[in-house]
């Protein structure tokens, strides 16, 4: 039996959790603290989401670990030592397993439990879940902490399923201890989870082919071993540094707020700049200048310096001029960091392969064929990213009643208000859904942030006798038009990331992500639940709900 029969009777649970990430595992933490009756299901074996799934070799965070990391408990942080400036996914595993046992959250987490459906009652106000394990259960309120990158995708390559070798995909990677040695392996992608791979897959492989269709920027990481003076100082500055980062314009109050535009300094006073920000390591580099993202000739300066310095670590001139991005701006797509990335290229066992040039015409079953040439290998590696943003959630079938779909109503793209809720779905919470900061800031606080404003609001509406949240349809295009206008503002949407919506049956595409800053975001979401939840629509339903009581909106008195 499983063993969440018990719950199976309709109507215990407040809050349905799908997914045990870190914005799973939090909210468990925080809506337990504030009283409700929550369970989590989780598709996978362990907990961790991203850093349960992504075992794959020079997987890490690139956000320094001190900030990487959760900000609720001040015993938590004092207690943890990070052991590298950029934390590998074991580390962070790690981490998240002694979160969960800390907080003993392991009882109400179901593991290996993936929840197919979601179905509102008009009638009932509540949500029905069904798992792939045939488990029924209902709560009053959804919290969807399924990750905006956790589905991974696959190239659409003729004849993928016919390769005779292994097959991994780097967002599914089978374990820390996969041995490659001797192999002859292809890795088609070259975003950030290639280029933490490539180099360590390089030393492993007797021959390694990287099948690259567009270039990234990347960064070189500077990772380190964390000194003990470096946390003693650290943790002494937590409760100044979470705040910063809080107020911050992308979560990192360790990255440098910029002063100046870059055109407003000489040639040598800016080249100097970027040589430090580049001796220094990181995304910290885009915050040398105030119009990075905004200004194309600035953002040219940028890009030239890059080209440069890949000229100066890859031998070959060919190889480093097909490293060296040309098709987008620096920044307007996610910028990678890594470690000896360009400097692989200098291998012998190591070819790139320019499938702009020589364009990949099949998969077979003995390696990858392109017009030009056939490249026989043991291994394939697909680190070709996720079904980003919408991709978890489009893989719930997610009604209310037997009425529109989620996917229906999302057809032309996601919108909500805020990234918290979508007009149509009472009760039903995003954490860091689309229409927020999410992927384009640090995400632990963005993650921390948005299930601090759903316990909140779960408490209003506790406390106020109300049991049914929706979102009025106004506010939520207002806030569509508004994500285009903050977006218009920057060089975002001239590229073709993965986050850039493409127009469906001619209906103009926006912005799924808030690009304006994260600090301003956080005020925004506060200002609403301060006025009463403004744009929202908050009322009750039935009988079960009439006790008044005294609440706080105030929201540092509702999280102590
Ligand atoms: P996830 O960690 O994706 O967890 C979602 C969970 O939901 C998954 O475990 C999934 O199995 C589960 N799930 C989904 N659907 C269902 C279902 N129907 N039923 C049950 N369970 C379900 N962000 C940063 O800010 N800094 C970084 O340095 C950084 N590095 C990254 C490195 C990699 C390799 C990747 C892929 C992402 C990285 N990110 C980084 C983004 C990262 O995803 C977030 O930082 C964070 O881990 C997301 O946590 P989450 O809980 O929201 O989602
Ligand atoms: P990604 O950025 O989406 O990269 C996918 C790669 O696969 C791209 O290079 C893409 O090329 C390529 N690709 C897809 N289909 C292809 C095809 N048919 N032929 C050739 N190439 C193909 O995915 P990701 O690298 O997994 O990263 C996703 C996100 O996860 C990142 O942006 C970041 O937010 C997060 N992440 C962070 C880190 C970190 O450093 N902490 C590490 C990994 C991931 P095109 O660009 O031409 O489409």
């Known amino acids: 039996m499983p063993d969440n029969q018990q719950i199976d009777n309709g109507k215990s649970l407040d ?19 504030l009283g409700f009756n929550v369970r989590v299901y989780e598709a996978g074996g362990g907990v961790g989401g991203t850093w349960f799934w992504n075992k794959y070799p020079g997987a890490r965070c690139d956000v ?14 004092q207690e943890w030592n990070w052991t590298e400036r950029y934390a590998g996914q074991p ?28 179905v509102y009652s008009e009638k009932d106000n509540y949500w029905t879940a069904t798992t792939d394990q045939g488990e029924v259960v209902s709560a009053r309120y959804c919290v969807m902490a399924t990750g905006n990158l956790s589905v991974p995708k696959l ?20 374990s820390n201890s996969l041995d490659l040695r001797g192999k002859r392996i292809g890795v088609i992608g070259t975003g950030s989870s290639a280029i933490q791979a490539i ?56 990255y440098s707020i910029p002063e100046k535009p870059a055109l407003s300094v000489s040639t040598s006073e800016r080249e100097a700049l970027y040589e430090e920000r580049w ?57 990678c960091t890594g470690t000896n990335y360009y400097e692989t290229y200098n291998r012998n066992n190591v070819t790139l392969v320019d499938v702009r040039k020589d364009p990949i015409t099949q998969i077979v079953a003995k390696g990858v064929q392109t017009e030009k040439e056939l490249y026989p290998l043991d291994v394939l590696v697909s680190a070709t990213g996720f079904e980003a943003i919408t991709g978890a959630l489009k893989n719930i079938a997610i009604s209310v009643d037997q009425g529109q779909t989620l996917n229906q109503t999302w057809a032309a793209g996601p919108k909500t208000y805020l990234g918290l809720m979508t007009a149509g779905f009472p009760n039903f919470f995003l954490v860091t859904g689309p229409g927020s900061p999410s992927i384009l800031t640090n995400m632990l606080p963005a993650i921390e942030q948005h299930v601090d404003w759903i316990g909140c609001c779960l408490h209003h509406l506790r406390t106020q006798g109300l049991n049914r949240i929706d979102v009025d349809i106004t506010y939520q295009d207002d806030w569509a038009q508004h994500l285009n206008e903050q977006a218009a503002k920057t060089l975002l949407p001239l590229s073709s990331a993965w986050y850039v919506n493409t127009p469906v049956d001619g209906e103009p595409a926006w912005f799924p992500l808030y690009v304006g800053s994260f600090g301003v975001y956080t005020d925004k979401c506060d200002q609403v639940a301060a006025d009463g939840y403004t744009g929202f629509v908050l009322s009750t339903v039935g009988s079960d709900c009439t ?9 540092e008195a509702v999280l102590q």
Request: aromatic share 10%; charged share 20%; proline share 4%.
């Open 15 to 33: 809050v349905i959790v799908v997914g045990a990430g870190f914005a799973g595992v939090y909210a468990l933490y925080r809506l337990r603290k």
């Open 64 to 77: 320094e670990s001190t900030e990487y990391s959760y900000s609720f408990s001040e015993d938590l942080q």
């Open 91 to 118: 580390e962070i595993l790690n981490y998240i397993n002694h979160v969960v046992e800390r907080y003993k959250l392991s009882p109400d987490i179901q593991l290996n439990t993936r929840v197919a459906s979601l």
């Open 155 to 174: 190239a659409n390559i003729k004849g993928l399923e016919s390769f005779t070798g292994d097959t991994y995909h780097t967002g599914l990677w089978p």
């Open 199 to 254: 180099p360590l897959l390089a030393e492993q492989a007797e021959q390694l082919y990287v099948f690259q269709r567009s270039p990234n920027y990347c960064f070189p990481a500077r990772n380190r071993m964390l000194e003990p003076e470096y946390l003693t100082t650290t943790k002494a500055n937590y409760p100044a540094l979470r705040k910063a980062a809080r107020n911050s314009a992308s979560g990192n109050a360790l």
């Open 279 to 335: 001796a220094g390591g990181g995304l910290n580099f885009l915050r040398a200048y105030t119009d990075l993202v905004t200004n194309k000739d600035a953002n040219k300066t940028a890009q030239d310096f890059i080209a440069g310095k890949i000229l100066t670590k890859v031998q070959d001139k060919a190889i480093a001029q097909t490293l060296t991005p040309k098709d987008h701006y620096l920044g307007s797509r996610r910028p």
């Open 547 to 555: 006790n008044r009581t005294l609440g706080s909106l105030v929201k």
